[in-house]
Structures are given as structure tokens and as C-alpha cells.
């Protein structure tokens, strides 16, 4: 048994709180729902002590002291609202200011901001000191990102969340002094550096100086061209995080609600990308049956992800092999879309506007690759906005979607199975495919269609699995830097498992680079992550399928227009190749 | 080949013998050697072959007077020559032969010669410890360093000491920090002892950064075998068997030297293991910095090593806890150990019978600004200003008043006339608004403008700044904005408020010490010259007259002899005016306040 910690206990602001030892004095402090300001801090990411605005005072010790790095010591009284204290860190947030682009109305953040916070919180009536301003760097070459280091507070959460969370190292401080600055190397965009696009940065950022790539201005002329049969698809986690831009809980699940604002927006159709994710699952555990059966390259690992799939190819070219072929849920959707309904429908398939809606930044580089395109040469899919994205233009237009009444997805490319939903999550994709391989191996149903193995947020978890009588290893792994963990086994040779599933996100995509802010300080009160998670759980234990290979769609879409899972129309249109990836090149 | 303490005896006094014989030793320190020293060296060897003369010819280390430079010592007497030129070699060398002196270069007080170095007024109120090899052995030669007791504290420590014995050694001699701070060195070793850990180590931070400062180059270019010595002693005490020295590339000898004296230590199994027959290992290692002033700051520092961007990481843990790669680290400045094996030869009663109550033994300072003996100077704590600046350093160049004393390089302060008579120790200079630092001291005549002084020491520490923390990256550029603001006579009445107020928050709110002491020059500025900044903002005045945009450059009708040499010198055709057809006048929009027509008037008539 693991031995109990030893207790600390001290005094913040007059009130006792005892902690674990080793616990830093920010964290006893919220324990008590003491709010000490922060703006760089990130719990084991980004505990750097940059921003001075957790500064506390501490009885017998000389100077402030950094809370959020500094050990709660027994007995120890701490103050964190000292006059002095508070004047000094007004004065801090002067300085911050006094270099910080505050153009905060035309701003992306404008009202989700932390540094707005804190000026509301010190009272910030005026800027008192004007100066020279750090060096304006707009980078929006990348599909994905937009950096913009006038805005930028040097907080670093970005450089550490890419570097120790993805392991890809994009982005880093360059430069000292004031002209210090969060740049990638060779002074190139980030487009060209290692970046994967999945949007951890933005998602961390106290301000605005991270933002998805926006390409709404292009949906909303589609939206009000006319002739244009404008679709939409959305990705299974999008549902379980939209509502919180509308003030719901986090963890609201708001699919119907979700389905009739967009319906109200204009989209002549609203389908499921989750369907998507059901055929994904026939092509990709179909796929991995054959590699079993055929000694195929093994482990096979999962190819849904975006940010992944650049990830190998910048970082493991060599491994590209054990990559599934089958296309994302959504290239799988967008193409079915431009073929199957198309032809449903007697649409010519240029007519089409088909944009999905995702909880990704590095979707926004997906649709693009060349090597997705239709033989007519269409991208599968036109647009990708953000959940964050989609939840401003309804705001836009005086959609509140909270208030909707639930509503369908348009068939028929609508009714998807829990398999389907339950894609958003870190390890859905896996069990998903587990809920259909023995069935797709030998037509046996499995009872239990639950894999708690693989549930929730561990980075790497395993699981044994049988499959015609042998036990095979299965993995599955989030953020890249675990990922890379288990690619390395499969450099040396030391991997066990037969079958991976990928997910660039600490969560999967519930968590992805595309959904709602919280800011953290809420984030350490409530655990966003496995909250958006049971709302997908709960989608799938309400569903009327619970296997891809049950839902009615999938077999009418085999029946009438692919044939089998993995044959040769389903090759021709799901499954794609993967190349390396040169970086820092011109 | 590993040698044993009955070698090292051997080459002990078989190396004292050559000591007796004559030596001509000439400083090859980076302030001779920019002064050809190194020319010098070449030159004289010729000549001593050429005269054929058995005189050993040698480099050796900084004398200190470097005011003098290129300098020569000629050996056993003590003759000291100064300025020597290249052309000199052959007299110095037939001097040597003959059992003269070079008169014309040697250096007279009160029209006397002075024999011997340690006679001249420079000298007289020093005492070098930590200087004690430098001027005296071949810092390439570890025979030589073994000569003078060299490696004997080592081997005292690691046959007849205990690690406890060791550190309360340190500890009871009250060495203190030579890097600045000053904490108290026997504490450190005290700290890293207790922690416990597989691998420990021990650093020495050769980063020395102050402008102006040169005190650790000196020691490592004239006597590195101190420093190795030490760290291998202090990696006995706290259980380390790895050292790393982290030291400015832009050192190029101090660098060469270390190297070469790694490699000798090494040769004769000094480092490396089971030294001297224990089974003690020790091992040093070099690493070189890329010239940021912070990363003189320790886990800057520790952060370089590693190969990360250098910059402070916060405290605690504490490098004795958790360091160099996150292992627990003893980190002392290279005059901190160059101290110590005088300290283990000598015993701490010896070290703590120097200096004042609370600051023991000596402390070496690079003098310079305006002052006659530019140079280094080792002093006992305790010892004035007044002493340094006017004994030892022979008072004001031109008869000028002084003005103010700036220690601490950026991060200390001005001591202005009324607190020279303060004995140098840590805690009077830090009641003064100054700070002991790493011992940069430059002295500034009435000529110097304090706002400008404070602007300069701004400028440096914005440019340093590693830019992590707000209060320090944006803080100080905001404070040099204003003083730029107010030299430039566009100060506004609230500057002074406002720069108070910054150096409150930077000062508080910083990260690490470069941005908490960043402010020290201009509040001590503020504190002792007021009065230059009021005249600055409220009168547009520059008193010093180095404020360019403050100062007028007039010429005095009534003196003017209207002879035009004004004229031709003016750089930018500012003078207006035609010989003997009046007085001429100066045209303020074109003058650039270089001042050339002041020094050429013979007429005295342009201020």
C-alpha cells in the first residue's frame, strides 16, 4: 500500500488549510478557494514562476515569494492581500500592459481574457506607462495557427505545453530582454516548423495572441450564396463542449440543440460526423483483421487524428507503415458527402459546400493535403471552423442555442451508433473498433461492450483483448509526448501491442485545440476533461446501436455503394497514404 | 603519471631551488598581453639565447598595477619595470647579466627608484591572498604552483581531514562569497554536504559579467591551479566527485590556461582518481559561456551547463537541494576558491584575524574610472574607500574632484564624498545603498554626470535582462525610457516619482537578483545626487555637461580673439564668423557639443 503523505498544515489570508507535503502555496490557497492571480501558471506544464502576479507574502521570510512554485511549509503564514502586495502587483500589471497590444475590443478574447480579469481585479483605471512596444510578428501562414506576438505576455504556458505535452517543440522563447520573444526557430513561420496544428497552444494562451486560423468569412458568403448546397458535419466531441459558449454547464450534452442552430444558421444539411467514425471503424478494424491474418505490419495504429498523422510524418517517417490507412471520420464523411449523396441526391458535387465542424485546429490543415482530394479534384471538405468558432457566428446571428428545441440530423447521413460518439473521447476509438472486430472477424457478438481498461485519462493505458482465441496487447495513448513513448518502443522492437489508437489531445478531442476556453483556475476546480467525456459516455449508453456494424446506415451505405469494408471502392475512396514531412525548409 | 606526496616534495623543492636563481617574469595577463607582453616574452627569450644568458625567462600573472603594463619583475630582487616596450629586451637582459638595473623603467616615488614591487605606494596597504600566485609563478607550469605550497592543502584534506573538519574549517574562517551576495561560504558546503544524493556537484562560476570588472579572469589566467585545487577540496567536503567551471568565452587565456592546467592536474593524478592514493575521484570539467551577464546568476548558470537558454529558475529548491541536472550543487565564485587552500594551509584563525567583525579576510577589487593606478587591487576588509581610492590608487587623474565610487557593478550603487571614509565590508556597503558585488569599483571625477552614470548602468541591465520576468524585462526598459527622457531634457516633474515607484516593483517583484538589484544605481543616484536630476528636469541643466541635448557650448565674446582656430576644428561648421571681423558665435542648431573648440581655443574664451 502506498504510504499516506505527510500533512502540512499553515495559514492563508487567517484561515488553516493542511495539504499534502510538497503541495506549492497557490494550490493550498485554492484549496480554500483563495483565487491568487496567475498568469502563467499551469499545473506540472508550466510551473515556471514568469508572471509575478502569484507573488504572496510569507512571515519571517525575506521579500515575496512566488506562490505558485513555492512548498507549503507547516506553519507557515502566508498573506496574499497585503496592501504593498497588491500595489506592487498592480504596478506589475502596468508594466505587462505598458507592452501588451491592448486593442482588447477588436480582440478575439475580448471577454475571455485573464489579463482583462486582472485588470478588473487591480482596479486598472488608466495606463500609466507608455514606452516602446516589443516587436509586432503576425504569423498566419499556418492552415492551423495564428500567432500574433504583440499581444503575446511571454507567459510561456504555449512553449511548455508544446514542448512537454506534445513533445513537438514548435515554438520557444528566442531573443532576452524586451526583445524576448516566443518564436520558432530560424525565424521561419510556424507552418514550417514542427508544429502538428492541434492548437494546445491556443487553448492554453491567457490572451489573445493564439488563434485558429479563421476561415469563417468564406462560410458565411457560402452560407448566402444561393446555389450553393451548403452541408455541415460535427464531430462527435463538439456536442459534448458547444453549450458552454451559451452558458451551460460544462459537460452539457446539446447534440439536439447543437443540430438546430445550425439548422437555423442555414445549413441546408446538418449530418453526423459520427457516422463517419462507424465506417471508420468497418475500414479500420477490417484492416487490422487483414493484417493479422495476412502478417501485415503490426501494431497498426489508429489514423483519425490530424495532429497525429503530422506528427509521424515529421517525426517517424519511418513508421508510417503501421499507420491505418482508412481517412479521418471526417474526410470519410466529407467524401461520402461528395459521392454517395451527390449522387443520392443528383447534385453535381461542385455545387456542394461542405464544411465540418470541429473541435481541431489541425483539421484546418487536413482538407487541404493533396493526396485527400477527390479523383475530380474537390476537396472532401471546403471548411473547418472551431467549435469556438461556430458558437461566435450564432451568436452573430441572435442563435442561442441553449434555448433551441432538440432537433435531427438529416439522414442519410444522420443516425450514428454510441461506437460513433464515443470517438471524442481518449480511448473511443479503440473501444469502438473493439465493440465490432470479432464480429467483423467471424460474425461473433461480443456481450460487454464497455472497455473500462481503456477509459479515462491515464496517457498510456493497455489492454488485452481476444481475438480468434489469442490474447493480443492493445495501447492506447494520448499527447504526443506519450505518444512518442510507444513509437519508440516500436523503433526498438520492444512494442507489445498488436493495435494502437493515437490521440494527439490530453483527453482526445473533447480537449482538442478547437473547443470552449476555461480558464485555469476553474480548470483546477473541475475536471473539464472527464466531464465532456461522460457526456459522450452518456450519448453512447442512450443510443439505440452501440456497434458501428449495427447502424442501419452503414449497412445500407456497403449495400448500395461501397460493397465490403476494405474492398475496392471503400480503397479508392477511405483510405489515403502518408509521406514524410520535411521541416525548416524554405 | 599519477604522482605521490613524496613526488610531490621532491618537485616541491627541487622547483624552490629554481626560484633562487634569477627569473625575469613578465605579466601575461590580458592587460599586458594587449600591450604586447606576449611580444615582449618572445623578444626577451631571443635576446637571452642571442646573449647567451642562462636567466630563465617566464609569464607569469597580473601584477595589478596595470596602469603600468606591460610590467616585468625580475626575480629574486624584486625589480619591478614598468611600460616596458619591446625594444627594451636587450637592456633588461644585459641588466640581468651584468647585476644592473634598467633605471628608465623602473618607478621612482619622491624621486627615489623603488627597489622592490611590494615597496611602491601601489602595493602598501595591500595584502593579496587570493592574488598571492599571481606576479610570482608561471601559471602554465604546475611544478612551479606545487612549488609554493601548491596542492599541499589537498593533500593535507585528503590524508589528515575529515569532511566535517573541512567544512567547519571553511565555515569558522567566516569566508563569505566573493561573487557579490556574500553568504556565507562554509554554509553552502554545509547545505550540499547535507544533502543526499548519488551525484552531486561542484560548480565554480567564472562568469564574471560587472562592467569594468576583471578580478576572476586575473586569478584564473595567473594562478588556475588554486581554483582546481579548491574544488577538488570542496568536492571531498560535500561528496562530489565532478566539477564543472563555468566560464566566459570571451576569456580566451583564463580558458587557455584552465586547460592547460586541467591537463597537468590530470598528468600527474591530482584530478581524475583515487588522488593522490585515496579513493577520493575528482574530476573537473570546462564549460564556456556565451557572455550573458545573468548567467552569472547561479541557476542561470546551472541552466547554461545543461544546455538550456540561460535564464534564473526559481528558488527554492535551492542548488544544494536540487541544481545542476536537478542533482544537489555547491556553486562558489572563483575568488571564493582561491582563497580556500590558504584557508585549509593556514588554519580559519589565520583568515579571520583579516578583515572586519563580519566580513573576513580580503577582498580584490578592479580599479578604474578616473583614477591614476587603473589596475587590481587586494585589499582587507575593512579598509576604506579613502584608502583605495587616494593610497592605492593615487587620487583623481587632473587634479579633478571626486565625485562618487560605483561598486556592485549594475547591481550596486554610487558612493558619493561624505561616505568615503566607509570600511569596506558587505554590510556597510549595503547601508549605503551600494553592494560589495564582485568587486568592479570605479571611481568617477567631477566630470560625470550621475544621471547619465545611471542611465548607463540601465542600459546594461535592459540589454541583460534574459527577459523572463515582466517586472524586470519591461520594468527596466521603462526606467532607462525615462532617464533617456530626462538626459535629453524632456523630464517631466513626476519622472522622479515614477522612477522611485518603478524601482520599488522591480526591485520587489523580480525574479532573480540581476532584476531585483537592476534599480540600485538610479535609487542611489536618486538618493545622494537629487539634485542632478531636479537640475536635469526642472532647469534643462547638465552640470557635468554630459548631457549633450542639456548643454550649451558658448563662446565668450569678450574673450574671443577672433582668431578662427574655433572654426576650423568644428566638425559640423557650426561656428559662424570670419577672422578679426568680430567675435565668433556658435550655432546651437548645428553643434553637436563635441567640445573640440573648447580644448583648441588658446584663448580660453569657449565653455
Not at chain 1, 471546403?382 to 441572435?398: F, I, P, Q, W
Not at chain 2, 595577463?29 to 617566464?58: A, F, N
Not at chain 2, 590556461?257 to 575521484?281: S, V
Not at chain 2, 561656428?575 to 584663448?603: L, N, S
Request: hydrophobic letters at 35%; charged letters at 25%; a neutral charge.
Amino acid at each position: 500500500m502506498e504510504e499516506a503523505k505527510k500533512m502540512i498544515n499553515l495559514t492563508i489570508d487567517g484561515k488553516k488549510v493542511s495539504v499534502e507535503e510538497g503541495t506549492s502555496i497557490l494550490e493550498a490557497a485554492r484549496k480554500i478557494d483563495i483565487d491568487v492571480p496567475t498568469l502563467c501558471f499551469l499545473k506540472e506544464i508550466n510551473e515556471v514562476g514568469n508572471c509575478r502576479m502569484c507573488l504572496v507574502e510569507i512571515e519571517g521570510v525575506r521579500g515575496y515569494k512566488t506562490s505558485c512554485v513555492y512548498p507549503a511549509e507547516e506553519g507557515m503564514v502566508v498573506r496574499t492581500n497585503t496592501k504593498d502586495l497588491i500595489e506592487t502587483k498592480r504596478e506589475v500589471l502596468q508594466l505587462i500592459l505598458s507592452a501588451h497590444d491592448k486593442k482588447c475590443l477588436s480582440c478575439v478574447r475580448n471577454t475571455n481574457c485573464r489579463l482583462q480579469d486582472l485588470c478588473k481585479k487591480f482596479e486598472i483605471e488608466d495606463y500609466d506607462y507608455e514606452g516602446e512596444m516589443p516587436e509586432a510578428i503576425l504569423d498566419d501562414a499556418s492552415e492551423c495557427i495564428v500567432r500574433n506576438t504583440a499581444k503575446c505576455i511571454l507567459c510561456r504556458r504555449c512553449v511548455n505545453v508544446c514542448k512537454k505535452v506534445q513533445g513537438v517543440s514548435a515554438i520557444s522563447v528566442m531573443n532576452r530582454g524586451f526583445k524576448s520573444r516566443v518564436g520558432v526557430a530560424l525565424n521561419m513561420s510556424i507552418k514550417k516548423s514542427t508544429c502538428v496544428g492541434c492548437g494546445q497552444c491556443i487553448i492554453h494562451c491567457p490572451v489573445g495572441a493564439l488563434t485558429e486560423k479563421s476561415n469563417v468569412k468564406e462560410l458565411k458568403e457560402a452560407l448566402a450564396d444561393s446555389k450553393k448546397h451548403v452541408v455541415i458535419q460535427t464531430a462527435p466531441s463538439v456536442r459534448a463542449a458547444i453549450g458552454e459558449e451559451f452558458g451551460m454547464p460544462i459537460g452539457s450534452l446539446v447534440t439536439g440543440k447543437m443540430v438546430a442552430a445550425l439548422r437555423k444558421i442555414g445549413f441546408d444539411r446538418v449530418f453526423d460526423t459520427d457516422l463517419g467514425a462507424d465506417i471508420t471503424i468497418m475500414e479500420e478494424a477490417t484492416e487490422f483483421i487483414s493484417r493479422l491474418k495476412n502478417g501485415g505490419k503490426l501494431p497498426m495504429i489508429t489514423s483519425c487524428s490530424s495532429g497525429w498523422i503530422t506528427f509521424a510524418e515529421k517525426f517517424y517517417p519511418e513508421q508510417l507503415e503501421n499507420l491505418s490507412t482508412a481517412k479521418s471520420p471526417m474526410e470519410i464523411l466529407g467524401t461520402l458527402i461528395k459521392t454517395y449523396y451527390a449522387a443520392k441526391m443528383n447534385i453535381d458535387p461542385k455545387d456542394i459546400y461542405s464544411v465540418a465542424l470541429m473541435p481541431c485546429s489541425a483539421k484546418k490543415a487536413e482538407i487541404v493535403r493533396d493526396e485527400l482530394k477527390l479523383d475530380n479534384g474537390l476537396q472532401a471538405v471546403d471548411n473547418v471552423v472551431t467549435t469556438r468558432e461556430m458558437a461566435r457566428m450564432l451568436k452573430e446571428s441572435n442563435i442561442d442555442l441553449a434555448m433551441l428545441d432538440d432537433e435531427d440530423f438529416d439522414e442519410p447521413l444522420g443516425e450514428a451508433t454510441g461506437a460513433g460518439h464515443i470517438f471524442g473521447t481518449t480511448g473511443g476509438v479503440m473501444e469502438a473498433a473493439l465493440r465490432s472486430v470479432s464480429y467483423l472477424l467471424d460474425g461473433t457478438e461480443i456481450e460487454n461492450v464497455e472497455f473500462n481498461a481503456i477509459r479515462g485519462s491515464k496517457n498510456i493505458k493497455e489492454a488485452e483483448i481476444q481475438i480468434a482465441g489469442k490474447t493480443h496487447k492493445i495501447a492506447v495513448a494520448q499527447s504526443l509526448a506519450s505518444v512518442s513513448q510507444v513509437l519508440d518502443e516500436i523503433k526498438n522492437g520492444t512494442s507489445k501491442y498488436s493495435f494502437i489508437e493515437v490521440m494527439t489531445c490530453p483527453g482526445g478531442c473533447i480537449n482538442g485545440g478547437g473547443q470552449p476556453l476555461v480558464n485555469e483556475y476553474k480548470a483546477s476546480k473541475v475536471d473539464v476533461i472527464s466531464l465532456r467525456a461522460k457526456a459522450l459516455y452518456v450519448a453512447d449508453k442512450e443510443a439505440k446501436y452501440r456497434r458501428s456494424h449495427e447502424n442501419p446506415n452503414v449497412k445500407l451505405i456497403y449495400e448500395k455503394f461501397l460493397g465490403e469494408p476494405n474492398g475496392k471502392k471503400s480503397h479508392e475512396l477511405l483510405h489515403t497514404k502518408y509521406n514524410k514531412q520535411d521541416v525548416y525548409v524554405d | 603519471m599519477q604522482k605521490t606526496s613524496k613526488e610531490l616534495r621532491d618537485i616541491r623543492s627541487n622547483t624552490k631551488l629554481k626560484f633562487k636563481s634569477s627569473r625575469i617574469m613578465i605579466c601575461s595577463g590580458t592587460g599586458c598581453t594587449s600591450s604586447k607582453s606576449d611580444k615582449i616574452l618572445e623578444e626577451l627569450k631571443k635576446k637571452g639565447k642571442e646573449l647567451g644568458s642562462d636567466v630563465i625567462i617566464e609569464k607569469t600573472g597580473c601584477f595589478g598595477f596595470c596602469a603600468k603594463g606591460p610590467i616585468i619583475v625580475i626575480e629574486p630582487e624584486q625589480t619591478f619595470y614598468e611600460m616596458v616596450k619591446v625594444e627594451d629586451s636587450e637592456d633588461i637582459i644585459k641588466a640581468v647579466i651584468s647585476g644592473t638595473k634598467v633605471e628608465r623603467l623602473m618607478p621612482s616615488e619622491n624621486d627615489k627608484f623603488i627597489q622592490k614591487w611590494h615597496e611602491l605606494n601601489f602595493y602598501n596597504k595591500q595584502k593579496r591572498v587570493a592574488l598571492k600566485n599571481c606576479g610570482y609563478i608561471n601559471p602554465e607550469d604546475i611544478d612551479e604552483y606545487i612549488a609554493v605550497d601548491g596542492y599541499l592543502a589537498l593533500e593535507k584534506v585528503l590524508t589528515g581531514l575529515t569532511k566535517n573538519e573541512v567544512i567547519n574549517t571553511v565555515l569558522e574562517s567566516g569566508l563569505r562569497g566573493r561573487g557579490g551576495a556574500g553568504f556565507p561560504t562554509g554554509k553552502k558546503w554545509q547545505f550540499t554536504a547535507a544533502s543526499k544524493s548519488d551525484v552531486k556537484y561542484v560548480c565554480c562560476n567564472a562568469d564574471e559579467g560587472d562592467p569594468g570588472a576583471f578580478m576572476d579572469r586575473s586569478i584564473l589566467e595567473g594562478d588556475p591551479h588554486s581554483v582546481l585545487e579548491a574544488m577538488a577540496i570542496a568536492g571531498y567536503a560535500i561528496g562530489s566527485n565532478q566539477g564543472y567551471i563555468y566560464v566566459r568565452a570571451e576569456y580566451p587565456i583564463a580558458v587557455e590556461r584552465l586547460k592547460i592546467a586541467i591537463k597537468q592536474a590530470k598528468k600527474y593524478g591530482l584530478l581524475g582518481k583515487n588522488i593522490l592514493g585515496t579513493d577520493f575521484d575528482f574530476d573537473i570539467e570546462l564549460r564556456l559561456g556565451a557572455g550573458a551577464f545573468v548567467c552569472g546568476e547561479e541557476t542561470a548558470l546551472m541552466n547554461s551547463i545543461e544546455g538550456k537558454r540561460g535564464e534564473p529558475r526559481p528558488r527554492p529548491p535551492f542548488p544544494a537541494v536540487k541544481g545542476l541536472f536537478a542533482k544537489p550543487t555547491l556553486l562558489n565564485n572563483v575568488e571564493t576558491y582561491a582563497n580556500v587552500c590558504q584557508i585549509i594551509l593556514n588554519g580559519s584563525e589565520w583568515f579571520s584575524s583579516i578583515g572586519t567583525n563580519t566580513s573576513k579576510g580580503t577582498k580584490v577589487f578592479a580599479l578604474g574610472g578616473n583614477i591614476n593606478n587603473v589596475g587590481l587591487v587586494e585589499v582587507p576588509m575593512g579598509t576604506t574607500l579613502r584608502e583605495i581610492v587616494y593610497d592605492i590608487g593615487g587620487g583623481i587623474p587632473g587634479g579633478k574632484k571626486f565625485k562618487a565610487a560605483q561598486t556592485g557593478g549594475p547591481s550596486g550603487g554610487c558612493i558619493p564624498n561624505q561616505h568615503l571614509d566607509t570600511p569596506i565590508d558587505y554590510e556597510s556597503l549595503t547601508q549605503i545603498g551600494s553592494m560589495m558585488g564582485s568587486g568592479g569599483l570605479i571611481v568617477m571625477d567631477e566630470t560625470k554626470c550621475m544621471v547619465n552614470i545611471a542611465k548607463f548602468f540601465l542600459e546594461f541591465t535592459v540589454d541583460e535582462s534574459c527577459g523572463k520576468c515582466p517586472s524586470c524585462r519591461i520594468g527596466t526598459k521603462r526606467m532607462l525610457e525615462i532617464l533617456t527622457r530626462i538626459t535629453e531634457g524632456k523630464g517631466k516633474v513626476e519622472d522622479i516619482d515614477r522612477l522611485e515607484k518603478l524601482a520599488n516593483v522591480i526591485k520587489n517583484a523580480s525574479l532573480c537578483g540581476l532584476g531585483q538589484t537592476a534599480p540600485n544605481p538610479v535609487l542611489s543616484t536618486l538618493k545622494y545626487f537629487r539634485d542632478e536630476y531636479v537640475d536635469h528636469i526642472e532647469n534643462k541643466n547638465c552640470a557635468a555637461g554630459e548631457c549633450k541635448a542639456l548643454t550649451k557650448v558658448i563662446i565668450n565674446p569678450e574673450k574671443c580673439k577672433e582668431c578662427g582656430i574655433c572654426q576650423k576644428n568644428c566638425p559640423t561648421n557650426a561656428i559662424m564668423g570670419e577672422v578679426r571681423k568680430g567675435p565668433f558665435e556658435i550655432d546651437q542648431t548645428k553643434c553637436i557639443k563635441c567640445k573640440v573648440c573648447v580644448a583648441k581655443c588658446p584663448f580660453k574664451a569657449i565653455s
